[in-house]
């Protein structure tokens, strides 16, 4: 089963706007991690949030984490074409374990 | 470092055969994860090793498929009497032993079951 949940699905916008996507989640958590897919290859990482943060930037991105509503978000500012990608959120489903659940993504489509 | 390795990168096999893919993860990562994908969702977990030993597995996880890591390096994932539903991606990862969270993933194996 999948512990997170994106929104929305897909995501299309003009290069030089911003994208924002949003992740719930179910259970409570250590962490929570955002991942990116170009089509037919594996994972990047991201940026990685920790549940004692409520905001964190990494170059154009910036993630928000509200453990009280179990929901994350992903800012992606100045967006570019090479930026077309699938977008993961994923969690530790605080288990204590080193299992990591991942979303259904985002499908953000930048055009040029 | 060269990353995390799979191979093959893409099979085509006919009902009722069997499957093998291997994974190469990060030398000196001790975890190793293997997740399917199909086409339009997430990774779902299937596996995840630390060392040799497999520490959990996926109900998705039938008995026709088999995971090991004899060594605690390298990594085989084995479907036997393949079904056109096992028809995905399979993506492998590892991490570090110290736990950073962050998963670093190969660039997977396309299956395809006639």
């Known amino acids: 089963s999948q512990q997170g949940e994106e929104d929305p699905q897909a995501l299309s916008i003009q290069e030089g706007e911003n994208a924002t996507m949003n992740c719930s989640y179910k259970?409570?958590?250590?962490?929570l991690q955002w991942y990116r897919q170009n089509s037919g290859r594996g994972l990047v990482h991201l940026i990685l949030i920790r549940s004692n943060e409520r905001e964190k930037h990494s170059g154009r991105l910036r993630v928000t984490l509200d453990t009280s509503k179990k929901s994350s978000s992903l800012l992606i500012t100045a967006s570019r074409a090479a930026d077309t990608a699938s977008y993961f959120c994923?969690?530790?489903?605080?288990?204590?374990?080193?299992?990591?659940?991942f979303g259904a993504g985002t499908r953000l489509f930048v055009k040029a | 470092d060269t990353g995390v390795s799979q191979d093959p990168r893409h099979k085509i096999t006919k009902r009722g055969q069997n499957v093998t893919f291997r994974c190469d993860p990060i030398?000196?990562?001790?975890?190793l994860y293997w997740y399917r994908q199909t086409l339009g969702q997430g990774p779902e977990f299937l596996t995840y090793?630390?060392?040799?030993?497999?520490?959990?597995k996926s109900r998705l996880l039938s008995d026709r498929f088999s995971a090991e890591r004899p060594k605690g390096s390298f990594s085989t994932l084995e479907i036997q009497r393949t079904e056109q539903g096992d028809s995905a991606m399979y993506l492998c990862?590892?991490?570090?032993?110290?736990?950073?969270?962050?998963?670093?993933f190969g660039e997977g194996s396309r299956l395809t079951v006639l």
């Open positions: 990862a590892s991490s570090p032993r110290r736990n950073t969270g962050e998963l670093f």
């Open positions: 259970t409570s958590i250590n962490n």
């Open positions: 030398s000196e990562h001790n975890r």
């Open positions: 994923a969690t530790d489903a605080g288990t204590g374990g080193f299992k990591t659940i």
């Open positions: 090793f630390q060392n040799e030993a497999q520490l959990e």
